[in-house]
């Protein structure tokens, strides 16, 4: 178990679609993380939030929107999916940005 | 490119044996390093972080550090077979990079 909960587990969608990933954490951290892996690669950063404000977006298409409601929670919007998008999403947290982050069970996303 | 390099492996360890793990990285802004373990179809785990030149030392794990030689190490010690696994070494300032991990088999 971990303390970052990721939600659904597995999802599986068409190209048409929009659903939402969602994340959340209670230990106060304030660093919140997105990563997108594909099999046998390591996790590829996607977003940071940093006191709930966008810090980084490592130039991720429009079709992925990130969302920090407050700072336990962290969501990914997705609309008009390739199937290339198909991966593990990773949500991550950590106290501060550049310290220990701790990761979620991830999100399983097949996109049809 | 910042780049975060590691060998793929296999590694394999009969058990009871010290596992070393190496990785070199590219960005000398780098200030904190990780070591993470993934078992296959599991997310990434924390096993080790370590920020200053040296060695820092947790139950079977020892991480080293020299930032001169841009190079971070995990060793394992008594290796078990449930440490099989995919270890993935990140460093970073503002944001992580990943290696591509290594994998490492400890057989009975």
């Known amino acids: 178990d971990t303390e970052v909960t990721q939600t659904p587990k597995h999802l599986v969608m068409g190209m048409t679609n929009k659903k939402s990933l969602k994340c959340e954490q209670h230990?106060?951290?304030?660093?919140m993380y997105w990563y997108k892996q594909k099999a046998k690669k390591p996790p590829e950063l996607m977003f940071v939030?940093?006191?709930?404000?966008?810090?980084i977006n490592e130039s991720v298409p429009s079709r992925f929107s990130p969302e920090c409601p407050n700072s336990s929670l962290l969501n990914l919007h997705l609309h008009a999916l390739q199937p290339e998008d198909s991966a593990l999403y990773l949500c991550?947290?950590?106290?501060?940005?550049?310290?220990?982050?701790?990761f979620g069970d991830g999100t399983r996303l097949s996109i049809l | 490119q910042k780049e975060v390099e590691q060998n793929s492996g296999p590694l394999s360890v009969p058990e009871g044996a010290i596992a070393s793990l190496n990785c070199t990285y590219s960005?000398?802004?780098?200030?904190?390093f990780f070591w993470y373990r993934q078992y296959s179809g599991k997310s990434p785990e924390l096993i080790m972080f370590?920020?200053?030149?040296g060695d820092k030392e947790d139950g079977r794990f020892t991480a080293q550090l020299n930032k001169a030689s841009q190079y971070v190490s995990l060793l394992i010690r008594d290796s078990q077979p449930s440490d099989s696994a995919t270890y993935l070494c990140?460093?970073?300032?503002?944001?992580?990079?990943f290696g591509t991990g290594t994998r490492l088999q400890v057989f009975p």
């Open positions: 991550a947290s950590s106290q501060e940005n550049n310290q220990p982050q701790h």
């Open positions: 230990m106060g951290h304030r660093a």
């Open positions: 939030y940093s006191y709930e404000k966008l810090s």
């Open positions: 960005d000398r802004g780098s200030q904190s």
């Open positions: 370590i920020y200053s030149n």
């Open positions: 990140a460093a970073g300032r503002y944001k992580l990079i």
